[in-house]
């Protein structure tokens, strides 16, 4: 995944946006001001997404190239190494489980907009 990739995937998630909240070279996706992946700009190396605790560590069982978070809760975020192993499809479902946590924990009201704005 390139992060041109990324980036359209993220904001093509329903009431996504970007925003530079740590400085210049963090770039984090948010949902309901709520972020769900974050990356380096600069390097592109990996990205952080937001996972269950108990499949965060499947995950880093199965996949050499998923780690606990970078610089985030190691019990609720995993940085996934990109170029290291995961296919796109597998890259793009643990953001979207990312995303889909983070909008579970919405507001109610919140969460209906999106699912409206998602058909």
């Known amino acids: 995944m390139h992060i041109e ?9 329903p009431g996504a946006t970007e925003e530079l909240p740590f400085g210049p ?5 948010k949902v309901g001001g709520k972020i769900f992946a974050l990356t380096n700009l600069q390097t ?3 990205f ?3 996972c269950d605790p108990e499949l965060a560590a499947e995950l ?3 996949y050499d190239c998923v780690r ?3 610089h985030q809760n190691k019990k609720h ?17 643990w953001i ?19 699912a409206e704005a998602a058909e």
């Open 68 to 70: 606990p978070g970078f």
């Open 48 to 50: 952080n997404v937001k």
């Open 25 to 29: 070279d963090t770039l984090a996706f």
């Open 96 to 114: 979207m489980h990312s995303y889909q946590l983070v909008v579970a924990a919405l507001p109610r009201a919140l969460r209906a907009e999106l």
């Open 77 to 93: 975020w995993n940085t996934i190494l990109v170029g290291s192993g995961a296919t796109l499809a597998q890259q793009r479902q």
């Open 44 to 46: 592109f190396a990996s």
């Open 60 to 62: 880093r069982e199965q």
């Open 5 to 13: 990739e990324f980036r359209d995937f993220c904001l093509s998630l």
